[in-house]
């Protein structure tokens, strides 16, 4: 059974700082591709970040990059973690923040417009955190 179990949202000051996790477990984490998105009220999902498990790629659109940085920690076999780390956070940036994990045989993923795509290529979605930044 795939599980995603997301952490780390909350308040923050216009400026600051957080860092989101999510534990996965539940599948052959080298042929997948685990990423971030969010969707604030009244808008759209937008895809944000995503490491290619397998190789260590790592993308960013163009909202977000130079700004956060998702990485992994895989000291656990059976666990895989991602991390999201949020750095000069604006209040433009409050949303729900959804952890996604997709099947990258062939880069079918990180290949695709996956930022655009959301469920169409990611099969598995966490229950989201709550990011809120206040000015």
């Known amino acids: 059974e795939v599980r995603l179990v997301e952490s780390g949202g909350g308040l923050v000051q216009l400026g600051g700082s957080l860092r989101l996790s999510c534990a996965t477990s539940?599948?052959?984490?080298?042929?997948?591709?685990i990423g971030w998105f969010r969707q604030a009220p009244g808008k759209e999902l937008e895809g944000l970040a995503l490491i290619s498990v397998g190789d260590g790629r790592r993308f960013y659109t163009d909202s977000v990059k130079g700004r956060f940085t998702i990485s992994s920690d895989n000291a656990k076999n059976t666990v895989y973690t991602v991390y999201l780390q949020m750095n000069s956070l604006k209040p433009e940036d409050t949303a729900v923040y959804y952890c996604?994990?997709?099947?990258?045989?062939?880069?079918?993923?990180?290949?695709?417009?996956?930022?655009?795509?959301?469920?169409?290529?990611?099969?598995?979605w966490g229950q989201g955190t709550q990011v809120t930044v206040s000015s």
């Open positions: 996604v994990v997709g099947w990258n045989y062939e880069d079918r993923v990180v290949a695709s417009e996956w930022a655009r795509l959301g469920r169409e290529v990611f099969d598995y």
């Open positions: 539940g599948f052959f984490f080298d042929e997948f591709a």
